[in-house]
């Protein structure tokens, strides 16, 4: 089984600040895929951002980005320019590759605060 | 296109009553699964379809719970009977296989309180 650990419980960032969320996984796969997703208080699970193992740039979409370091399997998620509606817990996933498996498993997950 | 799509959003019951939940996914997903979320155990996948094969439904956590898919564009989680412990909120999600994106994208839950 893979895990995948959040050590940050709560984080609290003021708005138009950055915040950076830690993740860390355990697995001896070499092909997989990890992801971000958020969890505003209507409790909706969306997609943040995913990234694949075997791509060395990491990804962004627009405030988010990641920085992917393989070999010491971290996943790390940047919030920039931090609002107001980005408070929610975020959680941590990975995934092997298909076909292998299709199973997520996610992290404890991460209380991000915007404070105004 | 329409998200995934589950109903109901809220459900309260008695406990020894037959609870259903229900699931949409996305057009054209192939791959189908449900989640259970609580504060002791966080997410935990119950059980994952494929082309409306089970394929791994280690998940569930007894034999009070079964799911099916009749179609591909259906699926149910039953709980028969419920117990004060099953309330969690309960996702669904969809992915694609054949558009070589895998991502899973997830409904709204349902929120299911037992008494």
């Known amino acids: 089984a893979q895990t995948v650990t959040q050590s940050q419980p709560e984080m609290s960032v003021q708005e138009a600040e950055t915040v950076t969320l830690s993740c860390t996984y355990d697995t001896s796969e070499s092909n997989y895929y990890l992801f971000w997703y958020k969890q505003p208080p209507s409790r909706q699970m969306i997609l943040v951002i995913r990234?694949?193992?075997?791509?060395?740039q990491n990804a962004t979409e627009n405030r988010f980005s990641v920085n992917f370091q393989k070999a010491a399997k971290s996943f790390s998620l940047k919030i920039s320019d931090s609002q107001l509606g980005d408070t929610a817990m975020y959680f941590c996933a990975f995934m092997k590759q298909p076909p292998n498996d299709y199973k997520l498993s996610f992290g404890a997950g991460t209380t991000v605060t915007v404070r105004a | 296109d329409a998200g995934v799509i589950q109903s109901p959003r809220h459900e309260v019951t008695e406990m020894g009553q037959e609870v259903t939940l229900r699931c949409k996914p996305i057009?054209?997903?192939?791959?189908l699964f449900w989640y259970r979320q609580t504060m002791m155990r966080g997410l935990e996948l119950l059980i994952y379809f494929n082309n409306n094969v089970p394929i791994d439904d280690s998940g569930m956590p007894e034999d009070r719970f079964s799911a099916k898919m009749p179609n591909a564009s259906f699926s149910t989680l039953k709980i028969q009977p419920s117990e004060p412990r099953d309330s969690a909120v309960y996702f669904c999600?969809?992915?694609?296989?054949?558009?070589?994106?895998?991502?899973?994208?997830f409904g709204p839950g349902t929120r299911l309180t037992v008494l």
């Open positions: 999600a969809s992915s694609s296989s054949n558009r070589g994106s895998d991502t899973q994208y």
């Open positions: 057009s054209g997903h192939n791959s």
């Open positions: 990234q694949e193992a075997y791509k060395q």
